[in-house]
Every structure is written in C-alpha cells, then in structure tokens.
C-alpha cells in the first residue's frame, strides 16, 4: 500500500480548489498512488489525525466541476507554524508516525508563503532523519507575492474581480453631474500587485482608476491630494485605487496615521480603514462627494468571476505536482516560467522551497510611475493574460452550486 | 414630426439601461415616434437643453446588447425636486417649452421615488394647463420600495448580487477551526427587502446567513449578542446579514448609537457603519474573531452577475411603457402584477402615479419572523423567482464590455 495526503493552507482563494481538484484526477487517473487522503484544516488535521479519503467522493466529473467552482478551502485551512525541529521534534515524530501509520509516502501542501515554511522543515526533517517522505509544495495565494513563479495561482482570479468591480464602479460613481472621488481600498500589506491589476479595467475610452498607490514607495498625503485635485479638474469624477498597507516616509500606516486627522483632541483613534481616511481627507481638504469602499474578502472568494486561466493554471500546477511527485521530487515548489508572451504560455517547473518559504516578492519599482500614483503598461501587460477567460458554471436557483464538505 | 425623450433619475441599477433599451426598442420598431431623444442626466438635461439622438446610436442589435449589460445610468442621472407648480411654474414653462420646440410629445422618466415625483407633477402640470404631453414613469429602484408594483426593476439583480456573495462569504469565513462572525452590511435605510434577499443563498446543507436583521422592527443590542452566542455555539462560524438602516427601540440609528460603545470617553463618534460596530460589540463582549463588511455599491452595479429575468422584466416594462403611450396613457407609473407563482408570471400594467411618489414599501412584519432575527419562507419565496438566470455577457480581454456615452 502506497499512498498520498493533500492539504491547503493559509487564506483561501477562488482557485484554491482546482489545485486540489488538480492533485485528485492525476493521482485517480495513475496507479502511483492506491489513495489519496486529505487532511481537514492544513497540518493540523494530520496533528489531530483528522482526515478524510478524497478518492471515493470526487470520482464524477460532476463533483469535480463544482469543487472547482467552490471558493475557499474545501478542506479547510489553517495558520499554524511549525517550531525549528532542532530544538524541539514532538510534533514532527507525531506527524510523521502519522503518516507512517497510514502509509503516506508523499504530502502535498497547497499554500502561500507560511506553508511553504511548512514543507521546507518537513521535507529537511524526513531528509535528516532518513524518512522515505516526499513534501511538495504547490502555490496558492491571490497576493502574488511568493517569489520563484512567474504569478501564483489564485492572483488572476482576484486580479479579474478587482479589474472587472473597479470598472463597474467606474461606471457608477459617473452618473451625477459633480466632483467625486471614489477610493477603493484592495488588499496587500506589503505588494500591490493585487492593487495594481485594478488598471486592467480601463481602456481606449474608459479612464478609471485614474489614480493607484501601491505599499512599495511611501505615500504622501499632501502630494495625495494634489494628484486628486488635478485629476477632478480633468475627470470629473475618479476613482483612486490604494492598497490597504499604503505608508507614509515614516513607515507609518496611512490608516493610522496621525497627520490623517482621524484622530480626535485626545489622541483616540477610529476603527477605519484606509479608504475611510483618505475618503475624510478629501471631503475635508478639497470638499469634494467622497466615498471610500473596501473590496474585503470577495477580492478571494468570488468565484462567480473567476479567471479561466486561472483555474486552468491551478488545476495544471496540482497535476503536475503529482507527477514531480513520480520522479521522487521532495522539499520543492511548484512554479510557473512564463515562455512566451504572444501567445502568453507558461511551464510548469519545480523550485527549491528555501527560494519562495517566508519571502516575499512585492512590485519592481520601475513598475511604479516615478509620481507614485500609477503603474506602468509593463505592469498591465503582465497582469492581463491572467484574467482571461470565464468558466462554465453549474447553477441551482440562480446561484452558483458548491461543494460543501 | 412627432418624438418622444427618455431621461433616468436618482440611483443607478444593474437593469435601469435595459429598461432604457426597451423603451428605445420598442420606439424604434414602430411609426409611433419619429426620434427618440435622451436627457443627460435626468430632467436636469431638458432645463439646460442638454439631449441625445438615442436612435442613431442603437440601431445596431451589437450596440443594444451592449447597453443592457452596462451597469450605471447610460443618460446620467440626477436627484432633483420640482417644486410645487402652483407656486413657481418657471421650470415647468422651461420644461414644456424646450419640449414644444422638440415637438416632443412623450416623456418617459425611468426612476424611483423621487422621480414619480416629477411624473407626477409634469403630467398635474401638463393636464392644468392643457399642454398635449403624455408623462409616464417606468419604475427602478434596487430597493424594491415603490408601492403598486410586485417588485421594481433592479431589486432582482442586486438580489443576485447579495445572495451570491453572501453565499461565497459563506463558504470563505468557514475554513478555519474557530468560532467567528461575519457582519455583512446591505443596503436599506428604511426597507429591509435587500437585506431579506440574502437569505436566498441558504440550501438544504448551507446556512450562511445565520441571521438577518431588517429596519423594520427595533434592534436590541443584547438581544442580538445572545443570538449571535446562541448561533455560535451550534455553527462557530457565522454569517449576520443586516441592513444599514437597523435603529433600536428610540429609533436611534445603531450606526450612530451611544449604547454601541464607539463614542469615547468624551462622547466623540467615530466614523464607522453599521458593520463596524457590530464588528467592535461582537469582539469586545463575545470575544469571537469578527470581521465586518460593507457590500456597498457593488450591490446596484454588480451587473456582471445581474439577473436576467430582471433585465428580461426590465425591458419589457420599457417597451410596454410605448405601447401604453400609444393608447395616450399619461400619470401613470407602469408596475408588475404577479399573475402566478408556479410558474412564476408577471403581467404589466399601469397604475396611478400618486400611489407611488413619495411613498415606501416596507417588508411585511409578518415576513420577519418573531425573533426578529430572520425572514420566513414566504420572504423567500417571494424573492426567489427575481434572481432566476443568467444573461451572455460580451467580454473583451478578460472583462465585460460597458457602452459609455
């Protein structure tokens, strides 16, 4: 007997699942494995020996369409960091007696940056100690900040819901015959990427979002408003698309900065975001109709819009982790090369994990324009075939039908 | 020479231009009218003489198609009140005047509220003072609030809109093992309809929402802390779905409320939503992980997921408002009749105007169920036939294609 464990971690991602979906069809459809398990909440279901056997529920292709069109993790996810292994092994003996126990010669982790922590120290602890165990990372995260791949898996479907939102707010905030500023916070702490594919929605004759600050160089709030208020004078109405990490030179959060006026008198700060700061400032500074919103967790979980490319990608990355897997790989991450950019086309490669664990690529700065509030067409070019394409999506009663476990 | 205007007022709908295009359709596919103009930006277009040829531009069925998938008002909008004729009559001459010289003898204002107010005043105005102009309303409003119509055009898509997101945030705030509550603010001040819509994205093994509040019965902060624990306790992850709007027994908006503990020491308010304070009770007195979010615009113009039995119903009612013309119909507001429920069937009609100017349909207290924490099957019911079906969207590059004027 001879089998595999498939597990996803970290914050979901419309395209988590078709690599997961990618990891079942190639192990049922090879004799490499005899099952294949998944654990339920990442690592922890292994620690708590909490599994359940993939095989028998995903043997239909109609079961497998509907995981790939269910956003967050079907198994579940966690957040959990395994300790340096030199100074202490308990959980490592427990998982690998786990593992051993249910003959599971090869772990699969679908996960972003902390996962591939995860695999990194398995996959050296099974080497140090002599365990016939192979630790195969493959990447998920919509931030696209792991470095070693051309783009994660899970970006471009992100990237398809902001672009495709912004425009429709676009469209929205220019029905009344006013000055407005419209400020769209996107996630990103620390990369902008997600912030950046906002400039896919325009084109020849739609300008939104006429302003982007990405957390990559340092915002000033003064300069902000300039830009804003010379972008009325031209536009109207705008949209301004900011990161949610945006910092001042001081390294200061913009949304809790000081000089925001956010604060009162006596030093207490507000519970807002970014958007809602910046939405004040203008209201206050330039007296314009101001609306902040906050895109939050659709930006992950709204499958409906996801990318085909996307989806396609994830479930290719999971297949061919199965294959790597075939050829003894261990202690690697899946990547994509991009090959060719007319016609887009990538290949599938494996990289060493200590490349992409706990680092973080954010956007060249030569993707920025030098005033800060724009990106490059370089940048667009990169982002736009990654949007392409719509699933067919299998409805009930109007909405989408999802795998529940 | 005989033509016909159209406008569009107050908020933008994911249906509002394909009630537009049913209008101009119809007005093309008959000698009824010799030009079909547009108002920029509402009746504010016919007081600055700012008008469209809207029949050069959509002879083309591409360039229809286009417009019935463009989220926000095509002709603008506008939120402006006509004052009481028998006061100052000086815009209703400028009115009826720039209608002379464009030998205009219908106009067809696609509104909610607020603009069968003007409906209503024009065609007052026009019978007074025996001027031939036939004023008709076509009724939109996400809000489903206008009384005399089954339901408005726009409230199904943004219905849609609500039950699908809803239902992903569902599946994304469930994937880790803890306890946690998600606030998802919709939109509704006084009408809880759109928030009631969410309780569509139940199913028979899903139930996210956990819990709906409507501001149609006062809400209780302890009350709601007790069913959000009580909710907990048998799902841990949890979804609340509440209306913007909701106040407590003072009529004190929650957003707004002392009692929520957002105002300092020094009774300062801070700037959040309704979302947010929940988000800050829920944490403080449960200690659960809580995230509050706000739908926001989205919900009117999300029209990449709009429903297409509501841009079906939307412009339908559009073309019937020409047929009606042509009977000499003025004053009037056409509306839906629910003819049948299985299957689910609507008749257009006509009904007088001062039925619904001015006027707000609430949910009915008995379609809230006596906790006041949720919606009963009826509600449901109800709602279910407006989000049915999906419309072929054009795409270009990964995103819908938007007719922008």
Chains 1, 2 share one sequence.
């Not at 004078?233 to 913009?254: A, H, P, T």
Request: proline content about 4%; some cysteine.
């Amino acid at each position: 007997m001879k089998n595999c464990i498939v597990a996803q971690s970290g914050g979901p991602t419309a395209a988590i699942n078709a690599s997961l979906l990618g990891v079942i069809k190639a192990v049922l459809s090879s004799d490499q494995f005899d099952h294949i398990y998944g654990a339920i909440n990442g690592i922890e279901g292994i620690l708590n020996h909490n599994i359940m056997d993939l095989g028998s529920v995903f043997q239909q292709p109609y079961q497998q369409s509907l995981l790939k069109q269910t956003p967050s993790s079907y198994l579940g996810s966690c957040r959990f960091k395994l300790p340096d292994f030199h100074q202490s092994d308990d959980l490592y003996q427990a998982i690998f007696s786990f593992l051993k126990e249910k003959e599971i010669a090869c772990f699969f982790y679908i996960g972003g940056n902390d996962s591939m922590d995860t695999v990194d120290k398995l996959s050296q602890y099974a080497s140090e100690n002599h365990i016939n165990v192979q630790v195969i990372g493959i990447p998920k995260t919509i931030d696209n900040d792991l470095p070693g791949t051309d783009h994660t898996p899970g970006f471009g479907s992100a990237a398809k819901y902001i672009a495709s939102t912004v425009k429709e707010i676009g469209c929205d905030s220019s029905v009344y015959d006013l000055k407005s500023v419209t400020i769209v916070e996107i996630m990103g702490r620390n990369a902008g990427w997600l912030t950046a594919s906002s400039a896919l929605a325009r084109n020849e004759s739609f300008f939104a979002p006429h302003l982007i600050y990405l957390p990559e160089v340092p915002f000033n709030i003064n300069v902000f408003l300039k830009q804003v208020e010379q972008k009325v004078s031209l536009y109207s109405n705008i949209v301004v698309c900011v990161s949610e990490g945006i910092r001042d030179e001081n390294q200061s959060y913009i949304c809790e900065s000081a000089s925001s006026g956010l604060t009162d008198t006596f030093g207490h700060k507000c519970l807002s975001g970014t958007n809602k700061v910046l939405e004040t400032l203008v209201r206050q500074h330039l007296g314009y109709k101001a609306r902040g919103i906050e895109l939050n967790v659709c930006q992950r979980c709204a499958s409906h819009i996801a990318s085909l490319t996307d989806l396609e990608e994830a479930e290719n990355i999971g297949a061919q982790a199965v294959k790597f897997a075939a050829q003894g790989l261990t202690g690697k991450m899946l990547s994509f090369r991009r090959i060719s950019e007319d016609p887009y086309q990538v290949q599938i490669e494996a990289i060493d994990i200590d490349l992409a664990a706990n680092l973080e690529k954010t956007v060249p700065i030569e993707w920025i324009t030098p005033d800060h509030c724009d990106v490059t067409p370089e940048l667009i070019q990169y982002c736009k075939p990654l949007i392409q394409g719509e699933p067919v999506i299998f409805m009930k009663d109007g909405l989408a039908i999802h795998m529940i476990r």
